[in-house]
């Protein structure tokens, strides 16, 4: 069965480095997502990518974050300058079509010391 | 805009209790709605959807109804197991202006299943 995948399962960077988060959504999907999850808290909508560029971002989202897709599988999350407070699991998403399900990766647990 | 209510949780029960969470929702249209599951230390799973009023969504003895005239969506199990231990979330998704599309999540449901 298709599924997202996402590397690293674990990242631990030091407050202030950039970190890349990859997700490799499922193949013929066209909308793709990234989502965290605060430890213990509820799972939040960072950005929506369709056609190649943003189509929706949350507050949470700022100029600290940014998504590409570098070519025709990968799908990155790039943190520039990480805080404490990004500490956080991220998931990818990606659903084939407007109003279908969002199929999940397993997600990045990210730590920043 | 766009929201879910999910019951606080935790909820605890003991197996072969009969399991409920409510969830319900905002929406300008008609959203499609969902239940994911995230076991622990696993990402998010979807468990089952219904995509109009009046459908039932259904899996491994789980269901929910959509029920739009409550903008409802619980989730139901008549006989739960420990492995159903889990955090449940409702979620909908409904096309937005300008072509975008964000599935909207509650805020989970920490179930306990005690033997």
């Known amino acids: 069965e298709p599924e997202v995948t996402q590397t690293p399962s674990h990242q631990v960077t030091q407050m202030g480095q950039e970190v890349i988060l990859r997700c490799v959504p499922i193949s013929n999907h066209l909308y793709f997502y990234w989502y965290r999850q605060i430890l213990g808290q509820k799972v939040e909508f960072l950005v929506s990518f369709y056609n190649n560029e943003i189509s929706e971002k949350s507050e949470i989202f700022d100029d600290q974050f940014s998504v590409e897709r570098p070519d025709g599988s990968n799908f990155t999350l790039k943190i520039r300058s990480t805080k404490l407070e990004d500490s956080a699991m991220y998931f990818c998403?990606?659903?084939?079509?407007?109003?279908?399900?969002?199929?999940f990766g397993q997600g990045t647990r990210l730590t920043v010391v | 805009g766009n929201s879910v209510t999910q019951m606080e949780g935790p909820v605890t029960l003991s197996e072969e209790a009969f399991l409920t969470i409510n969830c319900t929702y905002t929406?300008?249209?008609?959203?499609?709605l969902f239940w994911y599951v995230q076991y622990p230390g696993e990402g998010l799973q979807l468990l089952l959807k219904?995509?109009?009023?009046?459908d039932k969504g259904s899996n491994k003895g789980f269901e929910a109804t959509y029920r739009k005239e409550t903008t409802s969506f619980h989730l139901e199990k008549g006989s739960v197991q420990v492995s159903d231990s889990a955090v449940y979330f409702c979620?909908?998704?409904?096309?937005?202006?300008?072509?975008?599309?964000?599935?909207?999540f509650g805020r989970g449901t920490s179930l306990i299943v005690h033997p």
């Open positions: 979620a909908l998704s409904e096309a937005r202006g300008g072509g975008s599309y964000i599935p909207t």
């Open positions: 929406a300008t249209g008609y959203p499609s």
């Open positions: 998403a990606s659903s084939r079509l407007i109003d279908t399900e969002a199929f």
């Open positions: 219904a995509t109009k009023a009046d």
